[in-house]
C-alpha cells in the first residue's frame, strides 16, 4: 500500500457526512468501549485485564480473528493465545500526563474475520510516588528589627508531581521560640505557608536565625521534603511591597511570537528609597513555565519567551514575588489561559487495509479502518471525511473518530485490477485545515471469466497425403482472469458423426492449441471432419469453452486415371474360363470398310478418382506411322474414323489412346483397342482366327498335362472310366443330332468356311445382333464353293431362343460381350452378342 500525506489550508468550511445514509452500510457497527483502571509504575507484563473474553471471543476463536492493537505508542500488549492485555512498558503518569487532573491512554482493538473495531480506554491512577520539593535549596528572609511580632512573612510554596489527593501538602515548621508557622489557602485548594513572629527580634542580641520548613502530602505512605529557611535580622524596613491583585489573569492565543506582553503585574512600596524600590522574580515555578515565560524584574511584565501550544498545555499557574530594597517581600498568582487556533490539520492514520480483496467480495466489505485525530478543540478539532476519487469504495464514519472504508458496489479485475482512492479529512476552523492520505486497493482474482475463443468455427485445410505430425491449425482462447485462473490448455472434446474416426486423425497441444495431423488424410477417403476443441482454465472450478473446427481435405493429383473400356487383356475372364492365361479374349471391334469419316467405332471410358481439375479427363490417340485413320474426342473419348477406309488400310489396325488428367504433374493410363477392317463378321473371321505363338504352346503344355492326369486316373479306375463311357455313348445315340443344328435349316455354305476363333470377343458398337456361323470341317476346294448364298435374315435373340432350335447363351459370357459357343462334333453353333457403350 502506498501512502501519502499531504495538508494545505483549504477555503472556510467544510461538509458533514450524512449519518442516516452512512449508517445504512455499517453492518455491524463497533461502537462499545471497553474500559480498564490501571496504578501507575506497574511494571512490564502486568496483566490489565481480560480483552478477548470482555470483547465477546473465545480462545478457539482468537487464532481466526488475529486480535490486534492499534496503538501508535505500544504501552500494551495483547497475547495472541489467551487474548489478556498485558502492559508492555513502565507507565508514569506524570510524565505521560503532567499535572492533569485525569490520565488515560484510548487506543483501538482490531478483530479480523470480519474486520472490526473496538475502543479500548486504560485509565492510569495516581500513585504517590513523588515527594513535595522546593525550587530553592533555602529560603532567605531579611526581617527588621522593629518588625512587630505578628507580622507574616510568606514562604515559598512546595510543588508536588502528583495529583488528586497525592498532591495535597501540609507545612510543618522546626520548633523555635521567635517564629511560628501559619496556613493560607489559595484558590485550587493549595496551602500557602507563612512564617509568624511571635516576639520581638533583637539585631544586637541575635543578627539571624536558621529554621527548618518540612512539606508533607497526603499520601499513603506520606512523602515529605525539607527546605532551610534563613532568617537575617536587618535594621528598619518599614513597609513591604504589595501587589495590587492576588491574582493577575490574562487569555492569549497559542503561537503568540516570542517576546510578545502578556500581562504586567504591580505592586508598590510606602518606603522611600532603596527600601522603596521594588524588584520583580518568579516564585517556585517548574523549569516549564521559565522555558516560556519571562518577568522584567523592573517592569513587571510578562513576556513569551518560547510558542504557546494549546494541544500541550492550555493553562498556566505560577507565583510572582515583589521584593524591595530592604529584603521585604510580597507574592501574587498568575493565570494564563491559552486559547485555540487552528493550527493543526486533521492526522489519518491507517489502522488496517485489507489488500488485496477478491473481486467478489460482497457490498459492503470493509477493506480499510482509519483513525482520524485533530489536536485542536473545538470546531478546529471537528473533522469531516470523504474520499477523492473513481472507484467503487465509500467511508463510513464510526464512533471514537475512526472511519471505515467499504465497498460500495461489485468490483470486477477485468475492468480494474486496483483501486486508488485519496481520503481527505477536514476540520471545521477557520481558515479550514485538511490533509489526505492515498490508499491503493488491489483487488485479486476470482474464476469469473471462460476462455473465450477468438473465433466460434475455425476452418482449416490439408492438402492430402501430408506427413504425419503436419499443422494442421492453431485455435487461441483468451481468458481475462490471471494467474492460474487465466491459463489456458486445450482438449479434443470429440468430432463430427459423420467423420468415423475422426478423434485419432488430429491431436491438439495443450499449451499452444496447435493441432496436428496424426497420419497423411486420404481425400479419396475422407473429405472433411470436425473436431471439437476444448480451452479450460487452471481455476477450481474450472471453466471452459468450445469451438468446432472444421478440416476440409484438399485434393491432390494421386490417382491415374482407370480405364474401364475397352478392358485390358489377360484379365478374369480367362482365368474364370478356366483356359490359360494367354488364351484370354482380346477385345475388338469390327468397322466396315466402307465406313466414311466420323464412324463411331468405339467409346474409351475412364474415370479418376480425384476430384476437379484433377479428375478432368482428355483423349488424344498415340500418333501412327500411316496417316491416322482414327481420331478421338478430346472430352468424349469417342474413338471415330479420320477418314474414309482405303484398300490399302490393314485389315487388322491396333489403336492406342491416352487418358490424361488435368492435375499438377498430370497422370495418364493408355487403353488399346482392337479393329478389325470388315465388311461383316465372317469376312473378319479369318483375321481373327489366328492365335499367337505363345497361346498355341500354353495351350499344348495344358493338354500333355491333361493327358497324364487322365491316363493316371484311367489306370486307377478302368473299369469305372469304361462303363461310364459306354452308357454316355448309349445315351448319346439314342438322343440323335443335336436341336441347335436345325436353326438353319438345309445347309447352304460350305463346311470349308473359316472357323470361328476361340479367341472371339465381340466389339462395342451400341446396338445388339445375333449371328450363326457353321462348324468346322474339312477343307474343300475352291470350286466346290456354291454360288454367293443371299443375306442371312436377322433373327433376334428371343425368336433363337424361343424355339427348338437354339440353345440359350452359355453363363459364362464375358463383361462386354458373348463368348463363342460352340460343340466339335456340331455342324453348327448359335451366338447372341451385344455391345454397348458408355453413353
Known amino acids: ?17 450524512l449519518a442516516a445514509v452512512l449508517l445504512c452500510v455499517w453492518g455491524r457497527a463497533a461502537a462499545e468501549r471497553v474500559r480498564y483502571a490501571i496504578p501507575e509504575e506497574l511494571g512490564r507484563g502486568s496483566l490489565v485485564g481480560p480483552l478477548a473474553r470482555d470483547l465477546g471471543l473465545s480462545a478457539d476463536e482468537l487464532p481466526a480473528r488475529k486480535l490486534r492493537l492499534s496503538e501508535e505508542k505500544q504501552y500494551f500488549t495483547v497475547n495472541e493465545e489467551n487474548g489478556n492485555l498485558y502492559v508492555n512498558e513502565r507507565l508514569d503518569r506524570e510524565e505521560m500526563c503532567g499535572e492533569s487532573a485525569t490520565c488515560s491512554v484510548s487506543f483501538e482493538a482490531l478483530v479480523h474475520n470480519p474486520l472490526n473495531i473496538f475502543h479500548v480506554e486504560v485509565a492510569i491512577e495516581d500513585v504517590n510516588d513523588n515527594s513535595p520539593t522546593f525550587s530553592k535549596g533555602a529560603l532567605d528572609l531579611e526581617i527588621g528589627e522593629w518588625t512587630l511580632p505578628g507580622a507574616h512573612f510568606p514562604l515559598e510554596m512546595s510543588r508536588d508531581a502528583d495529583v488528586g489527593r ?13 517564629f511560628s508557622l501559619t496556613l493560607k489557602q489559595k484558590p485550587g485548594g493549595k496551602t ?10 533583637d539585631r544586637e542580641k541575635q543578627s539571624s536565625f536558621e529554621l527548618v520548613l518540612m512539606a508533607v502530602d497526603s499520601g499513603d505512605p506520606a512523602r515529605s521534603g525539607t527546605v532551610q529557611v534563613r532568617i537575617n535580622v536587618t535594621d528598619a524596613n518599614d513597609n513591604p511591597p504589595v501587589f495590587s491583585k492576588s491574582l493577575y489573569e490574562a487569555r492569549v492565543a497559542e503561537n503568540l511570537p516570542v517576546e510578545s506582553v502578556v500581562l504586567r503585574v504591580r505592586a508598590t512600596d510606602a518606603d522611600v528609597g532603596s527600601n522603596g524600590r521594588v524588584s520583580y522574580s518568579f516564585g517556585s515555578v517548574p523549569e516549564s513555565v521559565r522555558a516560556l515565560f519571562t518577568i522584567e524584574s523592573e517592569s513587571g511584565e510578562v513576556r513569551t519567551a518560547g510558542l504557546l501550544d494549546f494541544e500541550e498545555r492550555n493553562i498556566y499557574l505560577f507565583g510572582v514575588e515583589a521584593t524591595d530594597g530592604g529584603g521585604l517581600t510580597d507574592r501574587c498568582e498568575v493565570q494564563i489561559d491559552i486559547t485555540d487556533e487552528n493550527d493543526n490539520a486533521p492526522e489519518i492514520t491507517i489502522l488496517s487495509l485489507s489488500s488485496p480483496v477478491p473481486e467478489d467480495a460482497p457490498t459492503g466489505t470493509v477493506v480499510a479502518l482509519l483513525k482520524v485525530r485533530d489536536r485542536d478543540s473545538g470546531e478546529n478539532g471537528q473533522v469531516s471525511c470523504e474520499l477523492s476519487g473513481e472507484a467503487p469504495l465509500s467511508i463510513v464514519a464510526s464512533s471514537g473518530g475512526s472511519y471505515k472504508v467499504v465497498t460500495a458496489s461489485a468490483l470486477d479485475r477485468e475492468q480494474a485490477s486496483e483501486h486508488r482512492v485519496t481520503v481527505v479529512a477536514r476540520d471545521r476552523g477557520r481558515p479550514a485545515l485538511w490533509s489526505s492520505t492515498e490508499l491503493v486497493l488491489e483487488v485479486s482474482d476470482v474464476n469469473d471469466n471462460a476462455p473465450v475463443f477468438e473465433e466460434a468455427a475455425y476452418s482449416a485445410y490439408v492438402a492430402e497425403n501430408n506427413a504425419a505430425g503436419a499443422l494442421v491449425l492453431r485455435v487461441q482462447a483468451r481468458d481475462a482472469d490471471a494467474g492460474a485462473n487465466g491459463r489456458v490448455s486445450y482438449w479434443l472434446a470429440g468430432g463430427s458423426a459423420g467423420a468415423a474416426g475422426a478423434a485419432p486423425l488430429v491431436s491438439v497441444e495443450a499449451r499452444s492449441g496447435a493441432l496436428y495431423a496424426q497420419r497423411s488424410l486420404d481425400y479419396e477417403q475422407l473429405r472433411e471432419f470436425t473436431v471439437a476443441v476444448r480451452a479450460q482454465d487452471g481455476g477450481s472450478p474450472a471453466r471452459s469453452s468450445t469451438a468446432t473446427v472444421r478440416v476440409f481435405v484438399l485434393d491432390r493429383n494421386d490417382n491415374a486415371p482407370r480405364v474401364l473400356w475397352p478392358a485390358a487383356a489377360g484379365g ?27 464412324y463411331l467405332v468405339a467409346k474409351v471410358v475412364a474415370v479418376d478418382a480425384d476430384a476437379g481439375r484433377n479428375a478432368w479427363l482428355s483423349y488424344e490417340l498415340v500418333p501412327a506411322s500411316e496417316p491416322a485413320l482414327f481420331r478421338v474426342g478430346l472430352h468424349s473419348g469417342e474413338v471415330r474414323t479420320a477418314r474414309a477406309v482405303s484398300e490399302r488400310d490393314a485389315a487388322k489396325q491396333r489403336v492406342v489412346a491416352v487418358v490424361k488428367d488435368h492435375g499438377q504433374p498430370a497422370l495418364s493410363a493408355t487403353a488399346t483397342l482392337h479393329v478389325v477392317l470388315a465388311e461383316s463378321l465372317q469376312e473378319a473371321l479369318p483375321e481373327l482366327s489366328e492365335r499367337p505363338a505363345g497361346a498355341e504352346a500354353a495351350a499344348a503344355a495344358a493338354a500333355e498335362l491333361q493327358f497324364y492326369l487322365v491316363l493316371a486316373l484311367a489306370l486307377l479306375s478302368a473299369l469305372l472310366v469304361l462303363s461310364v463311357a459306354l452308357a454316355v455313348l ?58 454367293p448364298p443371299p443375306p442371312v435374315p436377322v433373327l433376334s435373340a428371343e425368336e433363337l431362343l424361343g424355339g427348338d ?5 452359355s453363363s459364362n459370357s464375358s463383361a462386354f460381350g458373348g463368348e463363342v459357343s460352340a460343340k466339335p462334333d456340331l455342324p453348327q453353333v448359335c451366338k447372341t452378342v451385344r455391345s454397348w457403350s458408355s453413353p
Open 1 to 17: 500500500m502506498a501512502v501519502r500525506r499531504r495538508q494545505r489550508r483549504g477555503p472556510g468550511g467544510g461538509r458533514a457526512l
Open 166 to 178: 497525592n498532591s495535597l501538602v501540609t507545612y510543618q515548621l522546626a520548633s523555635n521560640p521567635s
Open 192 to 201: 500557602q505557608p507563612e512564617l509568624v513572629l511571635e516576639r520581638p527580634l
Open 572 to 598: 478374369g475372364a480367362a482365368a474364370a474360363a478356366g483356359e490359360a492365361p494367354g488364351a484370354a479374349a482380346t477385345p475388338f471391334e469390327v468397322v466396315p470398310r466402307s465406313a466414311e469419316a466420323g
Open 730 to 787: 448309349a445315351r448319346l445315340r439314342r438322343a440323335g443330332p443335336p436341336a441347335v443344328l436345325r436353326c438353319l435349316g438345309a445347309q447352304r455354305f460350305s463346311l470349308a468356311g473359316a472357323a470361328f476363333p476361340a479367341d472371339f470377343c465381340e466389339g462395342t458398337l451400341p446396338y445388339s445382333y445375333n449371328l450363326c456361323v457353321p462348324a468346322p470341317a474339312r477343307a474343300v476346294p475352291e470350286a466346290a464353293w456354291p454360288p
Open 805 to 809: 432350335s437354339c440353345e440359350k447363351p
